[in-house]
C-alpha cells in the first residue's frame, strides 16, 4: 500500500509542466466555483437588500402612480416621530424580557434534566423539544385558544383563585406579558437543549475532585459549571437574542401589535407602514435601522464564537497549495 | 442526610414536572378541544363525549388540503435546492483554504439574521414586476435564506469531522475529485446530511413571514392559511384547533426521527451534540 501510494505521489510531482498552469489556475479557483451556486442563489435574493437603501430616499408607494426622490425625509420624519422610539422601546423590552427568561429557565431546567438521570427525564428530554417544532403563529394560535376568556383553560384555571376575566393580550398592562410568554414556550426547548448538550459533554474529574475537597453545590457551580458551560450559553444567546429582536410573527399572529401601539416593535412598525399604510418608502428606514443593530450584534458574537471554535479544535484543512487535482 | 436527599429529589423532579407542564399541556389542550363540539366547548372541561365533526369540517369542507400541498411543495423544493447547491458549497468551505473563506461563511450565516421583513418588503416589489409573486419559484427562492446557511453550516461540521487521510487514500486508489466526492464522503455524511435536510424542512414549513406576504391566493401555506380560521365571523374554536394540529404534525414528526443530530442542526453546527 505504502509503496503504491509513493509511485503515485510521485508520478504527480512528474506532471508536465505546461500543464502546470492551467491546472493550478483551476485548483486555486475550485473552492469558488464549488461555491458559485449557493451564493448566486442566496445572494440574487439579495438585491432587494440594495434597493431597500435607494427606496428609503423615495416617496414609493403602491398607490402613486409615480414616485420622487425626497432624499432623507423618510429618515428625518422617523427619527422625530415618536413612534419610532417607541417602537425601539418596545423592540428592546420584548428581546431583553423574551431572551432573558428564555436562558435563566433553559439553563435551570438544563440543569436539572442533565443532574437527574432516570426515566421520566429521559422521556422528557425528547418531548419537551415539542413546542420549538410547532410553527410559531401555530403555537400562537394554541396560546390564543388556552387564554381566550369564553372558552380558554386558563380562565377557569384562574377562577379556581379568584381571578376573573384577566385580561391577557387584550389589555395594555398584560400584553407584553402574554407574547413574551409565549416566545419563552416557543423558544425556551432551544436554550435547554442547546445547554443539556453542553452540560453531557463536561468532563467530569474536576466534579469528582470537587467532590472530594467538599465543595457547595453553588460553588461547583459557579466555578465549574458556569465556565466550562459558557461557549454553549453565548450561543443561546446569539441565537435567541437575534430573533427575538426581529421577532414577527407571534406579536402579528396575537394581536397585530396591538393593542394600540403597546407590542409594535420595529418589525411590526415597518410592516403597517409598508403594507398597511401603503408607504412603502417610509416604511424602509425602520427596518434598515433593526438591520444595522443585529448585524452589529451578530458580527461581534459570532467573531468570538469563531476564534473560541478555533482554540478548541484543529481544522482538517487541503493546504492551499497542495490541493488535489 | 438521607431524608434531605429525598427531599431535594422531590423538588427537582417537582419543579421539572411543572416545566413540563407549561410546555406539554398546550399542546394536549390543542388536541383536546379539536375532538370537541361548539357546543360543548363552552361548558365542558375535560369530560365530554369526543366528536370528529371539526376535523369532517376542516379537512374535507375547506381547501385545507391545498394548503397543506403547496406547503409541501414549497418546503420540500426549498431544501431541495439548498442540499444540491449547498452541500459541495460546505465541502469547499470545510476542506480548502482560500482567501476571503471565513467572510463568505459569515456571509451565508447572516441571510439567517437578516430581519425576514427587511427580505420581504423590497422583494414584494420586484416579484410583482418579475411575475414571481405568488409563485411557488418565488417562495422556493426566497426560502432559500432559510434552508441555504443551515444546511452549508451544519454539513460543513460534518465534513470537518471526516479525516483527509480518507480523500487521500481514495485518490491513490484512482477515484476522481468527484467520485470521491460521490461514492466515499457523501455516504460518510449521509446521517448528518438527511437530518440537516429534515431540520431545514421543519425551518421552511414553519416559515410565517414570507409566505404572508410574497404569495396570495394561488399558493397558501398552511401557516398562514391557518391564521383564517381565526378571522371567520363565527369563530369556530375546535376547527382552529383541528388546523394547528395538523399543521403542526409533520414538523413533530421528523424532530423525533433526528433528536441525536438536533442539537447540532439548531446551533449550525456550532454545538455537537
Not at chain 1, 425625509?73 to 428581546?95: E, K, S
Not at chain 1, 438544563?110 to 437527574?116: E, H, I, P, V, W
Not at chain 1, 396575537?254 to 412598525?269: A, E, I, Q, R, Y
Not at chain 1, 399604510?277 to 450584534?297: E, M, T
Request: aromatic share 14%.
Amino acid at each position: 500500500m505504502n509503496m503504491i501510494l509513493k509511485r503515485k505521489l510521485n508520478r504527480e510531482e512528474e506532471a508536465p509542466r505546461e500543464d502546470l498552469n492551467t491546472l493550478a489556475w483551476i485548483t486555486r479557483a475550485r473552492p469558488y466555483l464549488i461555491m458559485l451556486p449557493s451564493l448566486l442563489i442566496t445572494t440574487g435574493i439579495l438585491i432587494p437588500f440594495a434597493m431597500a437603501v435607494y427606496y428609503s430616499l423615495t416617496n414609493y408607494s403602491f398607490r402613486l402612480p409615480q414616485n420622487s426622490f425626497v432624499w432623507f425625509r423618510n429618515w428625518i420624519n422617523m427619527f422625530t416621530d415618536p413612534a419610532f422610539w417607541h417602537a425601539v422601546w418596545v423592540t428592546l423590552r420584548y428581546a431583553f424580557f423574551a431572551t432573558g427568561v428564555e436562558m435563566l429557565l433553559g439553563l435551570g431546567i438544563a440543569m436539572l434534566l442533565g443532574n437527574t438521570d432516570n426515566r421520566f427525564t429521559k422521556i422528557l428530554k425528547v418531548v419537551l423539544t415539542f413546542p420549538l417544532m410547532v410553527a410559531p403563529v401555530i403555537g400562537t394560535i394554541i396560546w390564543q385558544l388556552m387564554t381566550n376568556n369564553a372558552v380558554g383553560i386558563l380562565e377557569k384555571f384562574l377562577n379556581l383563585f379568584g381571578i376573573y376575566n384577566f385580561s391577557w393580550a387584550a389589555a395594555h398592562e398584560t400584553a407584553m406579558f402574554t407574547a413574551v410568554m409565549i416566545d419563552v414556550w416557543v423558544y425556551c426547548p432551544f436554550v435547554i437543549i442547546l445547554i443539556l448538550s453542553g452540560i453531557q459533554s463536561l468532563p467530569k474529574s474536576p466534579f469528582e475532585s470537587a467532590k472530594i475537597d467538599g465543595g457547595s453545590a453553588w460553588f461547583n457551580f459557579r466555578n465549574l459549571t458556569l465556565p466550562m458551560l459558557k461557549p454553549c450559553i453565548y450561543i443561546a444567546l446569539l441565537f435567541r437574542l437575534m430573533a427575538s429582536l426581529q421577532e414577527f410573527s407571534i406579536i402579528f399572529a396575537l394581536t397585530k401589535g396591538g393593542p394600540g401601539d403597546t407590542l409594535m416593535n420595529l418589525s411590526v412598525t415597518a410592516y403597517n407602514t409598508g403594507f398597511a399604510f401603503q408607504k412603502f418608502g417610509a416604511s424602509l428606514p425602520y427596518i434598515l435601522c433593526l438591520w444595522v443593530i443585529i448585524n452589529i450584534v451578530a458580527r461581534q458574537i459570532v467573531n468570538r464564537w469563531m476564534l473560541s471554535q478555533k482554540q478548541a479544535s484543529g481544522r482538517n484543512l487541503i493546504p492551499e497549495k497542495g490541493g488535489k487535482s | 442526610m438521607k431524608k434531605k436527599k429525598i427531599f431535594t429529589s422531590i423538588c427537582k423532579n417537582g419543579l421539572l414536572l411543572l416545566y413540563s407542564l407549561f410546555a406539554l399541556f398546550p399542546l394536549f389542550w390543542m388536541i383536546l378541544i379539536s375532538f370537541k363540539s361548539d357546543a360543548q366547548m363552552f361548558n365542558t372541561t375535560f369530560i365530554f363525549s369526543p366528536t370528529l365533526e371539526n376535523y369532517d369540517a376542516v379537512l374535507l369542507r375547506t381547501n385545507y388540503f391545498r394548503y397543506f400541498k403547496d406547503s409541501v411543495i414549497v418546503s420540500v423544493c426549498a431544501v431541495a435546492v439548498s442540499v444540491l447547491a449547498g452541500v459541495p458549497a460546505a465541502y469547499a468551505l470545510a476542506r480548502y483554504n482560500f482567501k476571503k473563506k471565513e467572510d463568505l461563511a459569515f456571509q451565508i450565516l447572516s441571510f439567517k439574521f437578516a430581519p425576514e421583513i427587511l427580505v420581504v418588503l423590497p422583494l414584494f416589489m420586484i416579484y410583482q414586476k418579475a411575475g414571481l409573486y405568488d409563485t411557488y419559484t418565488g417562495l422556493i427562492w426566497v426560502y432559500q435564506l432559510i434552508t441555504m446557511p443551515l444546511l452549508i453550516w451544519v454539513i460543513r461540521g460534518y465534513f470537518e469531522d471526516i479525516s483527509v487521510e480518507i480523500e487521500h487514500a481514495a485518490q491513490v486508489d484512482g477515484y476522481s475529485w468527484w467520485q470521491v466526492f460521490l461514492k466515499r464522503l457523501l455516504p460518510l455524511i449521509k446521517p448528518g446530511l438527511v437530518s440537516a435536510s429534515l431540520l431545514a424542512f421543519i425551518f421552511a414549513w414553519n416559515n410565517f413571514t414570507f409566505p404572508l406576504q410574497l404569495s396570495g391566493t394561488k399558493v397558501e401555506t398552511i401557516t398562514v392559511a391557518s391564521l383564517k380560521y381565526i378571522a371567520s365571523d363565527t369563530v369556530h374554536y375546535g376547527q382552529m384547533a383541528v388546523a394547528a394540529a395538523v399543521s403542526a404534525l409533520p414538523a413533530v414528526i421528523f424532530a423525533l426521527l433526528i433528536q441525536k443530530h438536533l442539537v447540532r442542526g439548531l446551533s449550525f453546527g456550532a454545538v455537537k451534540g
